[in-house]
């Protein structure tokens, strides 16, 4: 069955940098994309970007440019997601999803990883 | 950047009644519109892709139309465990975007 398992809650003070994991199973890696949705308390969802895990090509939201990074490790079935220069706001639980083959939408979704940002 | 409009933002239903929910979008996305469920503490579950096409598993009172800019995501008949948090989300744009959700409460 399709697994995704995220790393750990985390807590980072302002200006620090937070790299978030997110190991998949039970399928070929290298056939789907991975999209990162962000939820900060009590609102709504957020996309973030998407990679693809076949060549690591990325798509990021605009509002994140510059800052977010986005990587695949194929001999672990691992996707990884870098955030820099943390401010409060960033203050969200994290979500890796598997994209569906052939309509670019996530279908398999991860725990969620806690990110908390306070000096 | 597309724009994803959901009303109303909370709808207050009884159980076994039909939930209408409407998602609006900024500019057309053909029918790359997709339907997630959320429940507290959980990830999102998704529901409806391609506009109208049920995901594994979901329940046939599940239904979406729509193509453009106008969608709808229809519950023919709540059941307990359908009172939630409804979001769309377009994917016609590589930029993608989700609506700010519409909750489905317990009349």
Redesign the interface.
């Given at each position: 069955q399709v697994q995704l398992v995220q790393s750990g809650a985390e807590v980072k003070k302002p200006g620090a940098s937070v790299k978030v994991s997110c190991k998949a199973s039970g399928y070929t890696f290298t056939s789907y994309g991975i999209?990162w949705?962000r939820q900060a308390p009590g609102q709504?969802?957020?996309?973030m970007g998407?990679i693809s895990a076949y060549n690591g090509n990325t798509?990021y939201?605009?509002k994140l440019q510059g800052r977010v990074t986005m990587t695949t490790d194929t001999s672990t079935s691992t996707a990884y997601m870098e955030l820099r220069s943390l401010r409060s706001d960033d203050t969200a639980v994290y979500?890796c999803?598997r994209d569906?083959r052939g309509?670019?939408?996530?279908?398999y979704?991860?725990?969620?990883t806690l990110v908390t940002v306070s000096s | 950047e597309i724009v994803m409009t959901q009303s109303p933002a909370t709808l207050s239903v009884s159980p076994g009644e039909r939930a209408t929910l409407s998602c609006r979008a900024s500019q057309s996305v053909s029918s790359n519109l997709a339907w997630y469920q959320q429940k507290p503490g959980q990830a999102p579950r998704l529901l409806i892709y391609g506009a109208s096409t049920r995901a594994t598993g979901i329940p046939a009172r599940f239904s979406g139309s729509g193509s453009g800019t106008e969608f709808t995501l229809t519950i023919s008949s709540l059941q307990s465990e359908d009172f939630a948090v409804y979001y769309c989300q377009q994917y016609n744009n590589w930029r993608r975007t989700f609506g700010q959700g519409t909750k489905v409460e317990i009349k």
């Open positions: 999209s949705v709504g969802l957020e996309w998407w798509n939201a605009q979500y999803a569906m309509a670019a939408t996530p279908d979704w991860g725990q969620g | -």
